[in-house]
C-alpha cells in the first residue's frame, strides 16, 4: 500500500450574485489583466502568455505578482467553456491551487458566480487546512463582490458616455 505524499481539498465554495448577463461578467472576471482590479491578494500581474481568442482562454498563463513578498505563484487556465465554466491552477513552490468558477443566469435575469477553491498540499501541511477552510471562502466572496461592483460600475459609466 502506498502513502499519499499529497493530500487536496476544497477551501471554499461561494456563490455572489451580478448584475450584468453572464457573457459579459465571465469575460471580465477570466481576463488576467482585469485580476489586480478585484482580487485584493494581487499588486500586479506579469509575463502574461496569451493563447487563444478570447483573455483567458485555455493555454493563458501569468504569474500573480501578490501583496506577500515573494509569493508569485504561476497561474495557467487549463479549462475554459465561455460563458459557462472556467478553471485556473496556481502553482507555487511545493503548494497547488485550483479555482473553478462558473457563471449562471439566475431566474431573476442576474448572473451567479459560484467560485470553488482548492488547494492541494504535502501531506505533513494538511494541518493548514484548517485556517484555511476559515479564511479563504469569505476572502473569495470579498473578491468576487468587488468585481461585481467593477462590472457595475463600468457599465454605469458606458451608459453615460452613451
Do not use: C, K
Amino acid at each position: 500500500m502506498r502513502i499519499p505524499s499529497t493530500v487536496r481539498r476544497a477551501v471554499a465554495d461561494v456563490s455572489v450574485s451580478f448584475d450584468a448577463p453572464p457573457d459579459e461578467v465571465f469575460d471580465y472576471l477570466v481576463d488576467p489583466e482585469n485580476r489586480p482590479q478585484w482580487q485584493a491578494s494581487l499588486r500586479a500581474i506579469a509575463d502574461l502568455m496569451p493563447l487563444g481568442d478570447h483573455p483567458g482562454d485555455v493555454g493563458t498563463s501569468w504569474t500573480d505578482v501578490t501583496v506577500v513578498p515573494g509569493v508569485r505563484p504561476r497561474m495557467d487556465v487549463v479549462r475554459s467553456a465561455r460563458p459557462q465554466r472556467w478553471v485556473e491552477i496556481g502553482q507555487w513552490r511545493f503548494v497547488d491551487a485550483a479555482l473553478v468558477l462558473t457563471v449562471d443566469r439566475a431566474s431573476d435575469g442576474s448572473t451567479t458566480v459560484g467560485a470553488r477553491a482548492v488547494f492541494t498540499l504535502p501531506i505533513v501541511l494538511a494541518p493548514v487546512f484548517i485556517p484555511l477552510a476559515v479564511v479563504v471562502p469569505p476572502a473569495v466572496r470579498l473578491d468576487l463582490r468587488s468585481a461585481a461592483s467593477a462590472i457595475t460600475a463600468r457599465r454605469e459609466r458606458a451608459d453615460q458616455g452613451s
